[in-house]
């Protein structure tokens, strides 16, 4: 009735360490050296399409983005292509509990040359790993608007399992917002991992790193 007792350790806070992949390095952003590439990758997004379900933005100049980096209470990672060679993302780590052992990704702004590529992939798998085998939390969280049926795909795309709708959870914009949650456990991460190493792998990408067959969890 209680619950299982269970071995906790509490987790670790994210660090200044840079998480290193084949195609992608997630640096702690810095205003100063990220700002304007990130700018000029964001600003490629000629309808603000980026910022449609974000409770900030689009920004109208580079001091306005350095500002939102700066003050907003998550710990972002700048998302350096090795492809492009310059910063062309944001992801970030919010709702850091280490008593509950739990830790949310979100506030994820991709510009239009990162989206729905293998280095996008590649960075929600560069921070599920660091949350797993380097930080040890146990719990995982995604969220989004119930609206947003892209980030919703997303996430069960990436191994998120859907947990339900939190109506009326919040207002963004003068708008009202039910909060659709998904998560990912630490039990589930050996089996995650083999499915992202085996669409990682040069058997599945080609040389312009084009898949052969999607991301799949067998």
């Given at each position: 009735?209680?619950?299982?007792?269970?071995?906790?350790?509490?987790?670790?806070?994210?660090?200044?360490?840079?998480?290193?992949?084949?195609?992608?390095?997630?640096?702690?952003?810095?205003?100063?050296?990220?700002?304007?590439?990130?700018?000029?990758?964001?600003?490629?997004?000629?309808?603000?399409?980026?910022?449609?379900?974000?409770?900030?933005?689009?920004?109208?100049?580079?001091?306005?983005?350095?500002?939102?980096?700066k003050?907003?209470?998550?710990?972002?990672?700048?998302?350096?292509?090795?492809?492009?060679?310059?910063?062309?993302?944001?992801?970030?780590?919010?709702?850091?509990?280490?008593?509950?052992?739990?830790?949310?990704?979100?506030?994820?702004?991709?510009?239009?040359?990162?989206?729905?590529?293998?280095?996008?992939?590649?960075?929600?798998?560069?921070?599920?790993?660091?949350?797993?085998?380097?930080?040890?939390?146990?719990?995982?969280?995604?969220?989004?608007?119930n609206?947003?049926?892209?980030?919703?795909?997303?996430?069960?795309?990436?191994?998120?399992?859907?947990?339900?709708?939190?109506?009326?959870?919040?207002?963004?914009?003068?708008r009202?917002?039910?909060?659709?949650?998904?998560?990912?456990?630490?039990?589930?991460?050996?089996?995650?991992?083999?499915?992202?190493?085996?669409?990682?792998?040069?058997?599945?990408?080609?040389?312009?790193?084009?898949?052969?067959?999607?991301?799949?969890?067998t």
């Open positions: 009735m209680l619950g299982k007792k269970i071995k906790f350790k509490l987790p670790k806070a994210p660090g200044k360490n840079f998480l290193k992949g084949k195609f992608v390095i997630l640096e702690p952003a810095n205003p100063s050296k990220h700002g304007r590439d990130l700018f000029e990758t964001f600003s490629l997004d000629k309808q603000g399409l980026l910022w449609k379900y974000m409770p900030d933005g689009p920004f109208k100049n580079i001091n306005q983005l350095k500002n939102y980096i003050n907003t209470d998550c710990f972002f990672y700048a998302i350096y292509s090795k492809r492009h060679k310059k910063y062309c993302g944001l992801a970030s780590y919010l709702r850091i509990q280490p008593k509950a052992g739990s830790i949310e990704v979100g506030y994820i702004t991709y510009s239009p040359i990162l989206r729905r590529t293998v280095e996008a992939t590649e960075t929600m798998y560069l921070m599920m790993k660091n949350v797993f085998e380097t930080l040890k939390y146990r719990r995982y969280e995604w969220k989004c608007n609206g947003n049926a892209k980030s919703k795909n997303a996430a069960l795309r990436l191994g998120f399992k859907f947990e339900g709708v939190f109506r009326q959870a919040a207002v963004i914009k003068g009202n917002r039910d909060t659709a949650w998904f998560s990912v456990i630490d039990k589930e991460w050996k089996k995650l991992k083999k499915g992202y190493l085996e669409y990682f792998s040069s058997k599945n990408l080609d040389k312009n790193l084009n898949q052969k067959r999607s991301l799949k969890f």
